[in-house]
DNA sequence: AGTGTATCCTGCAGGC
DNA sequence: TGCCTGCAGGATACAC
């Protein structure tokens, strides 16, 4: 579910409310959420006060007093919910995981219909090392459409999958690798290496433009996604070729096809992304 | 190195 | 109404 610019609403919707908070209660409901012992979870946050809420690639970054970070992946349908008061008070979680009780009066739930997210402690040097695994930031200042062009030539993969690996670039999902393939006009099997400088410029720009856009409409919710108010986003309507298999091509009017591959589905337009010869 | 497949898990939409 | 199938924004492990 969420991807770069879901991550980044929920980071915005955090910041004013948590740092500064202690964390006084914290319950796992559902372990299997927890990377490691849901326990030495509890220990490792228990007392401790949130100092920054940050984001890295997809995941949340919450840094709390003593070096600690928690760190968060929603996986497809993970929620960070703030009420600032108790438990109880909206917004209200459907799949609870974890409840987090803040000096305040405040509440963070960890909420997750399918639990394919994960939540873990990291001291500095783990979170450090978990960070250098990660691709860069698309929106900072290391991802140049030089660096990307270097980055693709390395690599016989499809496009697709390029975007995806998230050691190549760190925070693209399919929605938004779709979309970035979509308006830079490249087709999603198309072979990483077989891009020249122009269109690798045309990638970059594109990948930026689209997760700007859907941090501007405060991420895409075609189901679950919620920012950390339980609000919507409202990029949904926004997108030109995810999900719209059938749909006419909103540059030539011809129909949007769906492909899958490496078991996800790709939306394309045929006339606007040529198939890559071969 | 890269791909297909399976796995984790739940909910919903659509067909019958 | 109910049953069945397919599908879903992610990440990872496996065999080939």
């Known amino acids: 579910m969420p991807e770069l610019p879901e991550a980044e609403t929920i980071a915005?919707?955090?910041?004013?409310?948590?740092?500064?908070?202690?964390i006084l209660e914290v319950e796992v409901l559902r372990p299997d959420v927890i990377v490691g012992s849901a326990p030495a979870f509890v220990a490792s946050l228990s007392g401790r006060s949130v100092e920054g809420v940050g984001r890295r690639g997809k995941n949340l970054v919450l840094e709390v007093t003593g070096g600690?970070?928690?760190?968060?992946?929603?996986?497809?349908?993970?929620?960070?919910?703030?009420?600032?008061?108790?438990?109880?008070?909206?917004?209200?979680p459907t799949h609870p995981g974890v409840r987090i009780r803040t000096s305040g009066g405040g509440t963070l739930w960890y909420d997750d219909a399918r639990r394919f997210g994960r939540l873990q402690v990291m001291d500095?040097?783990?979170?450090?090392?978990w960070s250098r695994t990660l691709g860069p930031e698309p929106l900072g200042r290391r991802f140049t459409a030089e660096a990307l062009h270097a980055g693709l030539a390395a690599s016989r993969s499809p496009l697709r999958s390029w975007l995806l690996d998230q050691r190549k670039v760190a925070g693209v999902g399919n929605i938004y690798a779709v979309e970035a393939l979509f308006l830079a006009g490249l087709?999603?099997?198309?072979?990483?290496?077989?891009?020249d400088r122009t269109d690798a410029s045309r990638l970059h720009r594109e990948v930026r433009r689209v997760?700007?856009?859907?941090?501007?409409?405060r991420g895409t919710t075609l189901r679950d996604y919620r920012d950390a108010s339980g609000s919507s986003g409202e990029n949904a309507p926004r997108l030109a070729a995810y999900g719209r298999e059938g749909l006419p091509c909103n540059r030539c009017g011809t129909p949007i096809e769906r492909i899958v591959f490496s078991n996800r589905s790709a939306f394309l337009c045929p006339r606007c992304q040529p198939e890559p010869a071969g």
């Open 187 to 195: 087709h999603p099997r198309r072979q990483a290496r077989s891009v």
């Open 124 to 129: 500095t040097p783990s979170y450090r090392g």
């Open 12 to 22: 915005r919707g955090l910041r004013p409310h948590l740092p500064g908070r202690r």
């Open 211 to 217: 997760l700007r856009q859907a941090i501007r409409y």
């Open 68 to 92: 600690g970070r928690l760190v968060v992946n929603l996986g497809m349908t993970g929620r960070l919910l703030f009420a600032s008061g108790p438990p109880s008070t909206k917004p209200d």
